[in-house]
């Protein structure tokens, strides 16, 4: 892959582990890719290990973006995908695992998006009440139910 930024490297210390990311771009393959407005291809070497340094793995990821290189060096590339997970996790994940969202039988019309609406509706007020665990909360206002208007307009 030909480099035409300094490859970004970053390393991050949370979540029981570090992880070490390197972020390449390139536009060698722009020419033999048939995909309009292609502006660089990137590739993410992560390299993850527990706080001890063990278990060690790998994942390498790949990626076209639109684009160039003068206006997104391997830097922001990485920041761009940063902050992209950041909402993946701050918001769907919880999404996720605090509603099940994925095994939601709501399917039709216009009632999946008017539930995703509610459910990060629910998020927001709880993270704006500042209350430590999502789920914690959510498991508590279930059982009792009439806490929740009151909760509502304080």
Known sequence: ????SRPMVT???GHNRIEQRVVRTSTALNTYLD???VGQIFRIHRH???LLG????????FGVTDLRPKFA????????VGGHWRIETRLHYVRDT??????????TGSGPQ???TLRNIAIGLIRRMKLPNIQRTLEHLGRRPDQVCPLLLS
């Not at 605090?98 to 399917?107: K, T």
Request: no cysteine.
């Open 98 to 107: 605090a509603f099940d969202e994925d095994r939601s039988q709501i399917r």
């Open 35 to 37: 995909w309009p407005y």
């Open 48 to 50: 993850v290990t527990d």
């Open 73 to 80: 060096s391997s830097q922001r590339i990485g920041k761009l």
């Open 54 to 61: 063990e278990h060690p793995r790998d994942e390498v990821a």
């Open 114 to 116: 008017a539930m995703a």
């Open 1 to 4: 892959m030909e480099d035409y």
């Open 11 to 13: 390393l991050n210390k």
